[in-house]
Every structure is written in C-alpha cells, then in structure tokens.
Nanobody, 124 residues
C-alpha cells in the first residue's frame, strides 16, 4: 500500500510563500516519479509540477514557472513544493501524486497514487 501524506497548506496573503511537503512510502528501486496537482471546485485537476526519478528533470505549468520549485529529499522520503509570490488564483486543494517504474503521475491513470490533499488559500 503506497502512502502519500501532504502537509504545509494554509492561508497566506498575496505575495507570500508556502512550502508543501509530501511524505511518501515509495522506495527508490521502484523508480518513482512525483507530481503536484491542484484542483478548485468545478474544475479539472491541474498538473502543477513534476519531478522525475532521481530528480534530474522537473516540469512546471506555465502559470507557476518562476514562482514554484519542486524538489525531493530521498533520505527523508519527502517531496516538496516551494511556492513563492503566491497569487489569489493559486488558491486550490493541492495534491501530491506518484507513479513508479519510470512513469510520471497522470490524472485518470490507474497506476497513479494520490494523497488526500492540502488546502492553499491566497487572499488579495
């Protein structure tokens, strides 16, 4: 059973920062790839950032490029999303996701695991 547990969400004013953490139970030999997604009520879940196995490659949605940074600490089995210069439109439930064997998480893919989500609210 794969476990993904997000933390670090909260309320912040526009321009502020938050760091989300995702504690996971995946092991390196499974070649995991992690992602952060977000969703607001009534809209589809949106991919925010991806970090591949080993952390050598990252991908960001255009809306967060230059403001968000995804990273991982394999010694702590934790993936992070540093969010700076937050905007009200960043308000959403943020989810950590993972897949393995070199696959990166994708919404609707049976092999993708999901955390329970953490709420981020940015006020103007």
């Amino acid at each position: 059973q794969v476990r993904l547990v997000e933390s670090g969400g909260g309320s912040v004013q526009a321009g502020g920062s938050l760091r989300l953490s995702c504690s996971h139970s995946l092991v390196t030999r499974s070649r995991p790839c992690f992602g952060w997604f977000r969703q607001v009520p009534g809209k589809e879940r949106e991919r925010v950032a991806i970090i591949n196995y080993g952390g050598s490659s990252t991908m960001y949605a255009d809306s967060v490029k230059g403001r968000f940074t995804v990273s991982q600490d394999n010694a702590k089995n934790t993936v992070y999303l540093q969010m700076n210069s937050l905007k009200p439109e960043d308000t959403a439930m943020y989810y950590c996701a993972a897949d393995h064997d070199g696959r990166c998480p994708v919404v609707g893919t049976p092999s993708t695991y999901w955390g329970q989500g953490t709420q981020v609210t940015v006020s103007s």
